[in-house]
């Protein structure tokens, strides 16, 4: 049983596109929903949270969307650069465990 | 600068062996993690320990133990190494309270023989 679904598992974008991730939980129980970042070789980072009080975050290029009603939550990413491929994860937490999507991997084409 | 660090990158196990995987975070966290990440299914908790000597089970604890004897060192154990728990291995930490980050570790690469 799933608990967060993400899509699409891979994506590729022109440079200077916008990059989109979607990702829909079931438990209404989760407060807390990251996105992190992983590079070949490397752990995943954090690269931007949002709590679900919020409609909307932005820092930078990336943004979250957050629909509390339909349970989703997306990740936008303006102006995509060659840098930003890599794989994304979204995340939802409750009582400090998270439970992570598939997974996207991104590609930018230069 | 915050750090995890895990004691391999690489392993090569032969099956039924024992085999120990450590993990070390220098930020004082309460909570400790250890997932295994495949192609196509993200990442799986195993075991999580929100202080020391506790521990709770993730999604797949079959096969892993795990022991917590100081807060900062988490150690995942494979009793009896078999093929399908190559993976890698991933760990993590975070503040107990939960809506903070994790903070990974670059991983192990584990792969049973």
């Known amino acids: 049983q799933q608990q967060v679904k993400q899509s699409p598992q891979s994506l590729i974008v022109q440079k200077g596109g916008i990059s989109i991730i979607n990702c829909a939980y079931e438990?209404?129980?989760?407060?807390?929903f990251p996105w992190y970042q992983q590079f070949p070789g490397k752990g995943p980072a954090l690269l931007i949270a949002?709590?679900?009080?919020?409609s909307e975050k932005k820092e930078g290029r990336f943004t979250i969307s957050f629909n509390k009603s339909a349970k989703q939550f997306s990740l936008h990413i303006m102006d995509s650069q060659p840098g930003d491929s890599a794989t994304y994860f979204c995340?939802?937490?409750?009582?400090?465990?998270?439970?992570f999507g598939d997974g996207t991997t991104l590609t930018v084409k230069p | 600068d915050v750090k995890v660090t895990q004691s391999s990158r690489y392993l090569v196990k032969r099956t039924g062996e024992k085999v120990f995987l450590e993990c070390v975070q220098d930020?004082?966290?309460?909570?400790m993690f250890w997932y295994r990440q495949d192609p196509g299914l993200g990442l799986r908790l195993i075991y999580f320990?929100?202080?020391?000597?506790?521990?709770e089970k993730g999604d797949i604890p079959e096969g892993y133990s795990v022991s917590r004897e100081k807060k900062e060192r988490f150690s995942l154990i494979l009793e009896s190494a078999s093929t399908n728990q190559t993976s890698m291995y991933l760990c993590?930490?975070?503040?107990?309270?939960?809506?903070?980050?994790?903070?990974f570790g670059p991983g192990t690469r584990l792969t049973v023989t």
């Open positions: 320990s929100y202080d020391v000597k506790m521990k």
């Open positions: 438990n209404t129980a989760f407060d807390y």
């Open positions: 949002i709590r679900p009080d919020v």
């Open positions: 995340a939802a937490e409750n009582a400090g465990k998270s439970t």
């Open positions: 930020m004082d966290h309460e909570n």
């Open positions: 993590a930490s975070s503040y107990r309270t939960g809506r903070y980050e994790q903070y």
